[in-house]
């Protein structure tokens, strides 16, 4: 068996981690009663208040349907409020309740915890290295996407 290249194992690390940050993150949301799922919805709609459900869904990169169900159960719980949308009268905007503030911050609270406790033992200065590193993946990642699509839109107009 060859050896294990280390870009391989760069992808294979950087998925590890993402999956079980987002286990232990289920975990610590379900102290609040809620899901890492609906937590990161609340921190969106925190983020830009008023997006309608088509751009959170994009957004969250989510499918619409999931959004919705979790944007029932946000709005249930009286944590979220669907709005008219003044320009188009089939749209909502969303915002957040005067409930969801105290709750926004605890979540926070606890996502400073958990990942203190998740980056324990790393230097800051490596925490910054990998931050900036990472930042550097992720636009590489967005071009080559955008390239795919731009390729792809390119072969349906030759052949189709």
Known sequence: MPPASLNREFAFMLNDVARLLRTYADYKASQFGMTRAQWAVLVRVDRS????????????????????????????????????????????RLFLTAAARPLLERLSILGEETVAGVLAGVERESIQQMVSELGVVKENLRRLIQQRAADHAAGERRYG
């Open 49 to 92: 208040e008023g997006l309608n459900q088509s751009e959170l869904a994009e957004v969250l990169d989510l499918q619409p349907i999931t959004l919705t169900r979790l944007l029932d159960k946000l709005c249930d719980s009286g944590l979220i409020e669907r709005r008219p949308d003044p320009a188009d009268r089939r749209a909502k």
